[in-house]
Each structure stands twice: as structure tokens, then as C-alpha cells.
């Protein structure tokens, strides 16, 4: 029974520490493979941080060659241009300058084109009105020609038209056809009237009748006894054109007034009165 403790004993010492050694022989090469993996995965890291600093010097290197590929462009255009900052901005302050400008002229165009406007306005208003007074004044001149007394001459009977007032006379001036001089005569006394000379022999107001001599061409013609607003003829000139005088009124102070009429072609005086 003892023979077989003592041989116990020692065999369960030996499985102990055979078990002990086998984990810590466990435990190392447990502890070589993390080492191992670790250091592995610590110089992948490396790896690829050395890789990425590469990579981003890289970049850096890249990105100063662009930009001093693109100041080189810059400054190159510039210089193909000629143009430098402070032209362009000279530039574009002149621009502005010359848009205020433009502004303000187009506003002063505005303006001249509404006072323009309202001045045609007010000349085609003016114009209007001129039409109106000059349609009036043709229907009074119309009227007034309608008015006019057409009377036969005591040379050849042929009829003409006179005046019998200053308004009517002015009719037959504006007609353009003859020149005519007024006069007033006094008895005895001569008196140059346009070519010819007038005098005044008898005047009688009560019954609106006088008497009267021309002088022309270096002969007297008497018209005696004649009355207001007759036309009394007679041939005057180198060439004999037919002159009339017409009498308007006859006063008490043996004073006529009137009118000579000759055509227009006939020799004309300093007092003539044009139409």
C-alpha cells in the first residue's frame, strides 16, 4: 500500500509541470504570433502613411506647377493685351463716366423730344388757325368781290369793275391785273396823279356831280358833268393803254376824291399804290 503512494506522488508532480511548461511554451508562441502580426500591421501603417505623404507632396508639387503655370498665362495675356490693373481700371471708370453721360443725354433728349412735341403741337394748333382766318378771310374777300359794282366806261362802253369805297379798292389791288393811284383834288388846282395830271374844274355835292381835266401825252381831256363811281377812260402811253379814274365822292368844299387805274405794263410813278 505504501509502495504504491510513493510512486504516486512523484508522477503527479511531473504532469504539473509538464502541463506548465506547455502553456508557457503556448503563451510565448501565443505571444510571438501577436508580436509578429503586430509588427506586421505596424509597418503596413507605416507603409501606407509613407505612401500618403508621398502622394500628397505629390499633389502639393502639382498644385504650385499649376499656378505658376497659370501666373504665367495671366501675366502672358496681360502683357499680349497690354493692358495692366490700373488700366483696367482707368477702363472701367471710364465707362461708368461714359454711361452718366449717356444717361443724361438720353434724359436731355426726352426733354427736347417733349418740348419738341409740344411745340409742333403748338404750331399745328397756330397752323389751324391760320387756315381758319385764311378760309375767312377768302370768304370775305369772295363776298366782298361779289359786292363789287361793275360799271360801263364812258369811252367804249365796255363794262369794268370798280370801288366804290376803300375796302373795295383793296379787293381790286389784291386781284394783281392793274396800278392804282388815289388822289384827292382840290378846285383849280392841278395835281400829278401816277403819269398823268388831274384837275378839279367844278364840283357839285348837292347833286354828286364834277367836272374835270387830264393832262397826258401833252393832251387834255375834259370830262364834264360827270357823277360818282363812273369810270372815265381814256388812252395814254406811247403805246395806247386804257386808263380809268373813278370818283368816289364829291364834298361841299369843291373837293373830290377817287381813284386812276392803268394796266400794269404801263409806265408807273413813285406814288403808285401796288396791290
Known sequence: MRDEVVHETPRTHSGALLAAVAVGILLGLGGVIWSFTLSSKLATQQQALADASAQNAKLVAAQRETDARLNAATEEMKASLGITQQQLDTRAAALQVREVRGERTTARLATAQQQTAGQVAAVQTDVGGVKTDVAKTQSDLADTNNQLTSMKGDLNGHSTLIARNSDELEILKHKGDRNYFEFTLVKGQKKQVGTVSLELK????????????????????????????????????????????VVNNVSARNTVTGYLSCPKGAPESATVAQP
Open 202 to 245: 367844278k364840283a357839285d355835292s348837292k347833286r354828286s356831280r364834277f367836272t374835270l381835266s387830264v393832262y397826258s401825252d401833252d393832251k387834255q381831256y375834259e370830262k364834264k358833268d360827270k357823277s360818282l363811281n363812273e369810270p372815265l377812260q381814256f388812252l395814254s402811253g406811247k403805246d395806247p393803254m386804257l386808263f380809268e379814274i
